[in-house]
Each structure stands twice: as C-alpha cells, then as structure tokens.
C-alpha cells in the first residue's frame, strides 16, 4: 500500500508563503520544489518505492501545499527514507 508523511513546505526554521496570501500557490509551490531539491541533496534521492512530491491539502482559506514523501509500507527502505526525511529534513535554506 502507498502511504506519505509530511515534511512540511520549507525548512522548519524558514519563514513560508501563507495561505489566502497574493500568488500564494505559485509560491508555496516554488518553496516546496525548493525545498525537495535540498532534501535530496542533504539525504540523497529517494530510493525505488519512495518518491518526494508536493501535495496540496484543503483549508478553510483555500487549499495548501506541503512536501511529502510517498511510499510503499510494505519496502523497509522506502518507509526507512520516508522516516529519514521527517526527521532530518534540513532546518534551514542552508541545508
């Protein structure tokens, strides 16, 4: 079964684009493909059965965007990857 986890849609110490906020969604977007980009370069690309993606979620002042990674719960090493991006994800645009 494909499952996901969240990551977030920048750095966790990084301001982001709000919603309801002007162009958000291209914004928002930009920060997340941004941010997959850093994830990959700090913890490697995602291994087969695991993919890091950007996935918009409804809200009561419209619809946001977050990275998630995707993966199959039955393949130890993509769920091990999907674990590894929650808690290491970089803090900043730093990396």
Same mark, same amino acid.
């Given at each position: 079964m494909i499952d996901y986890m969240t990551i977030g849609?920048?750095? %966790?110490?990084?301001? %982001?684009a709000q919603v309801g906020s002007e162009n958000y969604? +291209?914004?928002a977007i930009a920060e997340c493909r941004? *941010?997959? +980009?850093?994830?990959? #370069? #700090?913890l490697g690309d995602e291994p087969p059965n !695991?993919?890091? !993606?950007? #996935?918009? *979620?409804p809200h009561d002042f419209g619809t946001y965007y977050e990275v998630v990674c995707k993966y199959s719960d039955e393949d130890e090493k993509a769920q091990a990857y !999907?674990? #590894?991006c929650e808690s290491d994800a970089p803090t900043t645009w730093k990396g």
């Open positions: 849609s920048t750095p %966790c110490e990084e301001e %982001c969604r +291209d914004r941004r *941010f997959i +980009d850093l994830i990959r #370069k #700090k !695991a993919q890091l !993606a950007v #996935k918009g *979620f !999907a674990y #590894k």
